[in-house]
Each structure stands twice: as structure tokens, then as C-alpha cells.
């Protein structure tokens, strides 16, 4: 019976259900006969996210060597380079520039010519924020660059390293290319059957996916239940309003103009990944859906699946460079502190680089707008302001990450002359 529901549609159902459930039993319940309806969640949201992590290293590995050695290095690869490059800082300081309208124009963190901070009790942090912040601040984006290459590629993959990982899988591909024809082929052999079996894998993985995100979605709901939003509401709504205006109006704009192709048919297929992304708040652990509906759904070549996606899980962030600004803005109104056009320039660009840095993981954005708080001089207590709203701004955030690396694959994959993408009915 379920096996005739569309994937989204199971996902939407089981997210909706879990909504339900987690307010039904919040964290502390204990049913009859000692069962805690919390652990229960927990158990089946995390036992997912281990499935899903389970794949991800070798899925990416394989993904990306047998796509470059596939395509040969030196037919197209810097231009395809050039192109992802460019739709993702694009895309990226589009959002921001919508956060930054919004932002200016809504004035969340005033209210009758007052700013909030007060009211919102500013002056405490908590101590594990504190602690999380320790050492971080401009110099890490100094270092991102240079932390893309792994002293040991085998402890990046083991630890989960993405960036490294993909730097690394990027170079061997390339060198491989260069071998000779046997060589070459027996690589690319290995690599493309390990890249299959790992889609098959995935697959499999996919298929638990609604029962997962029931877990997941009940979890966060029974933790932290709606109330500890009510007073941020203001600021809430500003993010949501620019994430929707990017999601809904600039990005499917683009795959219209620069793709010739049907945004509604692209968001079809994507639907079982966004969710994904919104309910794992994690664009590197929803990466396998995203692969697959690309690949599988949209129809785009490995070659610009295994290059764009995986490097856009880590480097593009729309609705995390866009969170950033809007923050960092938010902020600085709570303090009643005036941000002139230099200082919200400095946030523009401090937010795009934080966006890039950020890791494809839950709350990653958070700890990230220490850099900017950094950079324009604010004091970094503020972000306790903000820190009861992040989990649900981090689901909107990651779902609008992965629909912009999404729509990059299928323009990127027009660009290259790919007349196949999404071309079946929908
Ligand atoms: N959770 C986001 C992601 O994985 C990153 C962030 O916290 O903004 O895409």
C-alpha cells in the first residue's frame, strides 16, 4: 500500500505525524509500563542519520573519481569548474543582498523606536555556547583555504571530513586521467561499480527515510515544543520571508531564464531531498537523496552530479549566507547599534565567506555568525538572542542550501549541452 504513495508524499505525511506526536508526548512523558515515547523518537531519528552517514563517504568517494575519470581531465573540467563557481557565490550573495532588503526594511530588532535586546535578556549567554565559540573568529576564514587539503586523506575520510575528502577525491581523479589507457581503465572500472553499488545502497537507505523523519520531526517538536519562539517571532518571520523569495522567486527565475526548464518539474522531483534537508537540518547527510533525484529523477549526468552536488553540500549555502546577514543585522539592532553602509557591506561579505565555511551540518550557520559579530565588532552574547529560534531557521535554511545546489546541477547540466534533464513526465 505505501509503495503507491510517492517517496514526498510518505515523507510530508510521516513529517506531519511526527509534528503531531512530538506535542502529543513531550520529552519527560512516561507511558505506561515505563515507556518513554522520547527515547522511542530519538532511536528512530538517529538510527537514520547513522544509515545515512553510513553512505556518505564512500558514495562521495566514488562519485567523484569515477565522474572526473569519466570525463578526462582536461576536456571541460576547468569550465565546468568556472561555471559551478559561479552560480554558487551568485546565488549566494543574491540571498544575502534579499536578506539584507528585508532585514533593513522590517526592522526586527526594533520595536517603537526601541531595540529588543533588553527585553530579550541580553547580558547572559550560556556557558556551552561560550564554550563552542572558543577560538573562532576571523582567522578561520584565513584558514579554510589551507584546511582543504588533508595531511591524511584516509583520517578525513574516517573523521568526515568533507571538504578534505572532496579536494582529495578531485586531485586523484585528475591524476588518474593522466595514466595510461590500461591504467585508466581499470580505475575507472573500480570506481564506477563501487560508485553503483553505492547508489544501490542508498536506495535502500531512502526507503527507510519517511519512518526516520517521523523520529526526527517528533524529537525536535517534544524537546523544545512552540512557545520559545513566541518573542522572536519578528525576526523569524524575516528570515522565512527572504528564504521564501529566494527559493520561491529568484532560484526557480534562474533555472527558467538560464536552463530553459520548468521549475515546478524540478521541484517534483527535488521534493523527497528538500524534506530531507528540513527535517535532518543537514545538507551533507541529506546528500545521497540529493544525488539520487538528480541523477535518478532529474536525469543529469554523473559528470555534473559528482561535481557540483557534493561541493555545493559544503560551499553553497544560500539560505545560510542569507541567515548569516540577516542575524548579524538582527543583532546589531538589538544592541541599538546603527550598521552604516561600509559596516553592512563588511556583513555581506563576511556572510558569504561564512556561508562557504559553514559545514553541512545542524547549527553550523549558528556558531558561524561569530566571524561577522567578530568582524563589525559586536559582542558575541548576542547570539544567545537568536538561539531558541535556530533549529527550526536551520531546517528552512538547509532545505533552500540543497534546493540551490539542486537547481546549479540542472542549469550547470543544461550548460553542458545535457538535452535529458527532466525530460520524463513527472
Ligand atoms: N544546517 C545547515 C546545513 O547543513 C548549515 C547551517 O547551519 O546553516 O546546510
Redesign the pocket.
Known sequence: MLRRIDLHWQILIALSLGVAAGMLFPKGTILPGGVQPYAIFDFLGSTFLRALRMVIVPLLTGSIISGIVGVGANRGLGRMFSKTFAWYITTSLMAILVGLFLVNLIQPGVSGHEAVGQRLGLSETPPELAASLEGRGAGDLVHILQRMIPPNPVAAAAEGQMLPLIFFCLVFGIAITTLPEDQRKAQLGFWSSLFSAMMRLTGWVIMTAPVGIFGLMAKITAASGFAAFAPLARYGLTVLGALIIHAVITLPLLIFLLGRLSPRKHFRVMAPALLTAFST????ATLPLTMDRIENGAGVSNRVTSFVLPLGATVN?D??AL?ECVAALFIAQAYGVELGFGAQMLVVLTALLASIG?????????VMISIILDAVGLPLEGLALILAIDPIL?MC??AV?VWSDSCGAVVVARSEGEEQVLKKDY
Not at 537540518?281 to 551533507?284: L, P
Not at 559545514?359 to 549558528?366: D, K, R, T, Y
Open positions: 537540518r543537514s545538507s551533507s549555502m539560505g545560510t541567515y559553514a559545514a553541512g551540518i545542524p547549527a553550523a550557520g549558528l536551520d535554511r538547509t542550501n
